[in-house]
């Protein structure tokens, strides 16, 4: 069965680092997103993606963060200078459409730990 | 903004019937989800429920819907220890351009033997 996948599966970073993390949605699907976890707490949105743009991010998303699909294959998250509070799980997904029932599919996760 | 709420922690005798409950704020909640997360792996989508719908089964998961009151609840029949996880009820809007999942903090299920 068809499956998102993330790499890396854990990354350590020191504060003010860059890192990017890589997801490789579902071959067929056009919609990508980004969420996090922060330990504890809540899964948040932070981004959807579709035909190379951003559709819609949260007031989490701010200029530190930037999302990418280089190839036919791959899509990143970029956080430019790590702070403390990004320590999370992020978690990546895709979906075939937009709407509603057109569900999102999730990757397993890369927790990301600042330092 | 929209809001979700679960309990955190459910244990459950092995054999038993569990219900996850979930409340949600959103009046314009289209779709319903339920997604279960074990140890080291991502969120998978168990169920959904549209929002007209009062009721689905699917095999052992029942989603129960009551719109009025904003309350969805999952019922997890002869409960087994493969169903030890966290389960994340999560809602969405049909509104275009704004799919984006809102989840619940999760409730962690533990089976007693």
């Known amino acids: 069965e068809p499956e998102v996948t993330q790499t890396p599966s854990h990354q350590v970073t020191q504060m003010g680092q860059e890192v990017i993390l890589r997801c490789v949605p579902i071959?067929?699907?056009?919609?990508f997103y980004w969420y996090r976890q922060i330990l504890g707490q809540k899964v948040e949105f932070l981004v959807s993606?579709?035909?190379?743009?951003?559709?819609?991010k949260s007031e989490i998303f701010d200029d530190q963060f930037s999302v990418e699909r280089p190839d036919g294959s791959n899509f990143t998250l970029k956080i430019r200078s790590t702070k403390l509070e990004d320590s999370a799980m992020y978690f990546c997904?895709?979906?075939?459409?937009?709407?509603?029932?057109?569900?999102?599919?999730f990757g397993p996760g890369t927790r990301l730990l600042v330092l | 903004g929209e809001d979700v709420e679960q309990s955190l922690f459910l244990s459950v005798r092995e054999g038993d019937s569990s219900v996850i409950n979930c409340t949600y704020t959103?009046?314009?909640?289209?779709?319903l989800y339920w997604y279960k997360q074990e140890p080291g792996a991502g969120l998978q989508l168990l169920t959904y429920?549209?929002?007209?719908?009062d009721m689905k089964q699917d095999q052992r998961l029942t989603v129960l819907l009551n719109k009025k009151d904003k309350h969805l609840s999952l019922r997890i029949a002869d409960t087994q220890t493969g169903d030890s996880a966290i389960y994340f009820c999560?809602?969405?809007?049909?509104?275009?351009?704004?799919?984006?999942?809102?989840f619940g903090t999760g409730t962690r299920l533990t089976i007693i033997p």
């Open positions: 997904a895709s979906s075939e459409a937009h709407r509603g029932v057109e569900t999102q599919y």
């Open positions: 071959s067929n699907h056009l919609y």
């Open positions: 993606f579709y035909n190379n743009e951003i559709s819609e």
């Open positions: 959103d009046s314009s909640s289209t779709y």
């Open positions: 429920i549209f929002s007209n719908m």
């Open positions: 999560a809602e969405s809007g049909a509104n275009f351009g704004n799919e984006k999942l809102t």
